[in-house]
């Protein structure tokens, strides 16, 4: 962490959940993250705290968020504004529902479904437009980084992503470095690869756009993050937050790990 960026912690809860226990579980965030459940400040509000449900949850868990700070984000946005894309769902619908935020280019899409770099830019292009905060996934499979490749590919997915998008476009927007290797395998970067990556990523944003813009942006890592390892990880100088999975899918553990970030922060002289 570093006292002038504000933590990021994301719940992708993936294709799980159904109605009843989405809602719950978003209750049970809010109550873990909001005024009752913490002292002596709220986590909601030394943290940005994001949780993305599966879209046709997204309204219910919205209800459920009510005027809580925890943000509602979707997992994926289409590269297109409207028209005849059948079952996708655009940025503008998005906000419509409430969302703030968007994941975008997850490894079970670029990997899962093929999506590539230059899908992923009209994507982030169209989702930043909106006004979403998207939350960029980046990272190397195993293969990539056995043969020593993980910090090029890892820096080609961001220059491609980017492209030509402005710095002020761009500003709202989180990095995440999620290694292939590490996403539901319970095999989690070290904490100094982890730190390693991060900073290649902060020195690719410097170089796409300046020193400033890199010192300002948010980069948080993914794969595996739980109650237990996230403290180690988030102490990193590099690493302000986390994406999280399976952890994000029980309200406890997602508030530890909200919890591990506000105290690395805070350890940093950040509040
Ligand atoms: P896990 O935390 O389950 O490894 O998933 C990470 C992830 O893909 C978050 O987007």
Known sequence: MHAERRPFIGGNWKMNSDLASAVELAEAVVAALGPAGAAPHALEETVDAAVFPPFPYLQAVGRALGHSAVMLGGQDCSAEASGAFTGQVSADMLCDLGCRSVIIGHSERRHGLGEDDALL????????????AAVLCVG???SERDEGRAEGVVRAQLRGCFGTLTAETVERAVVAYEPVWAIGTGRTASPADAQR?????RHELGSLYDS???????VIYGGSVNAKNARAIFDQPDVDGGLIGGASLKAGDFASICRAAAEAWSATGGH
């Open 197 to 201: 990556m991060h900073a290649a990523i």
């Open 212 to 218: 400033r813009f890199a010192a300002k942006a948010r």
């Open 140 to 142: 190397e499979t195993l």
């Open 121 to 132: 830019h009209q994507k982030l292009a169209i989702a930043l437009e909106s006004g979403l």
